[in-house]
């Protein structure tokens, strides 16, 4: 099993930025991918970004791509999401997912391991 715990959510204005850490724990060995995928109130979950273990490849949802950079502190095990020029739209609730499979990065269903989420909230 694998342990997932975000952090770092909040409320801010238009055009700031924010910081989401994920710190990952348990049998985290063979991990072969990790992402962030967001859940705004009414609509499905959709994918922001992903990152793999091996070459540390990353992949990002057009809709951040410029905006949100996302990155791996090994010596934290944590992932990060840094996001700047927030906007109104980019507020979901903000989950870190992980999987020891080889898939799609930006398919929900290749990821067995989620953590319960950060808010993150965009004033206009």
């Known amino acids: 099993q694998v342990q997932l715990v975000e952090s770092g959510g909040g409320l801010v204005q238009a055009g700031e930025s924010l910081r989401l850490s994920c710190t990952y724990s348990?049998?985290?060995?063979?991990?072969?991918?990790m992402a962030w995928f967001r859940q705004a109130r009414g609509k499905e979950r959709e994918f922001v970004a992903a990152?793999?273990?091996?070459?540390?490849?990353?992949y990002y949802a057009d809709s951040v791509k410029g905006r949100f950079t996302i990155s791996r502190e090994n010596a934290q095990n944590t992932i990060s999401l840094q996001m700047n020029s927030l906007k109104p739209e980019d507020t979901a609730l903000y989950y870190c997912?992980?999987?020891?499979?080889?898939?799609?990065?930006?398919?929900?269903?290749?990821?067995?391991?989620w953590g319960q989420g950060t808010q993150v909230t965009v004033s206009s």
């Open positions: 990152i793999r273990w091996v070459g540390s490849t990353t």
């Open positions: 997912a992980s999987t020891p499979r080889y898939g799609v990065p930006s398919v929900q269903d290749a990821y067995d391991y």
């Open positions: 348990g049998r985290t060995f063979g991990t072969s991918a």
